[in-house]
């Protein structure tokens, strides 16, 4: 069975520090890995995805992760916060068989202060 | 290419209704899924529909049920609502099966009291 593990529920920075958002997962089967970001009364929005290509992904609004099979991680940067990244962050797994659902972390709600 | 989008965004029902949802996908995409979101559950995978078939149901109980239609738009049902329903109701569409790649809409709030 796929699972993951969002380590910390909160975060908070200072502008333009540096985010780390951590995500470990499980899966019996190489796995496709999803970083989701959502905004308060919004669906989720995909920032980035990692199907067994490169393992440093870039996304969206300068977040990148990278994928370490050795440590079953797939954590996401960004080196310099700003207060418009403040939301909840969704790590996610899937199998890559058809019709295998995406499994998502409980999710990591980020701060960010001036 | 327009998102994926959801009606209505805010119900609200009583215990004991039923209620029905709607996705309508981003063009092209024949996947559609579904998800439920509370506080203490998180996000929990609900079923797949592609090319009007289910593909894939999660652990729910039946009251939950969906379907497709030809233009791959999904309607989601809840029959005889209880409190525990009220959530945020996700509908997430892909270019294939499976999910490989899912974009969200905006969802649905639904509140049974």
């Known amino acids: 069975a796929q699972s993951v593990t969002q380590l910390g529920s909160h975060v908070s920075v200072s502008e333009g520090a540096l985010v780390l958002l951590r995500c470990n997962y499980s899966?019996?089967?190489?796995?496709?890995l999803f970083w989701y970001v959502q905004y308060p009364n919004q669906g989720l929005q995909l920032l980035l995805k990692?199907?067994?290509?490169?393992?440093l992904v870039k996304g969206i609004n300068g977040f990148e992760a990278e994928f370490k099979k050795s440590e079953t991680s797939f954590h996401l940067t960004k080196p310099s916060a700003h207060m418009s990244d403040a939301a909840e962050y969704f790590c996610?797994?899937?199998?890559?068989?058809?019709?295998?659902?995406?499994?998502f972390g409980k999710g990591t709600t980020l701060s960010v202060s001036s | 290419k327009a998102g994926v989008t959801q009606t209505p965004r805010y119900l609200i029902k009583t215990r004991g209704q039923q209620v029905t949802l709607s996705c309508s996908p981003i063009?092209?995409?024949?996947?559609v899924s579904w998800y439920q979101q509370t506080p203490g559950q998180g996000l929990q995978f609900l079923f797949e529909?592609?090319?009007?078939?289910?593909?894939n149901k999660g652990n729910f109980p039946g009251r939950f049920s969906g379907r497709q239609f030809s233009n791959s738009r999904s309607e989601m049902n809840v029959s005889t609502l209880e409190l525990g329903d009220s959530a945020l109701y996700l509908c997430?569409?892909?270019?294939?099966?499976?999910?490989?790649?899912?974009?969200f809409g905006p969802g649905t709030r639904l509140t049974v009291t």
């Open positions: 997430a569409s892909s270019p294939r099966q499976g999910t490989y790649e899912q974009y």
């Open positions: 899966s019996s089967v190489p796995p496709y």
């Open positions: 990692y199907t067994s290509a490169a393992t």
């Open positions: 996610a797994v899937s199998g890559t068989k058809a019709g295998t659902a995406l499994i």
């Open positions: 063009s092209g995409h024949r996947s």
């Open positions: 529909y592609f090319s009007e078939t289910q593909r």
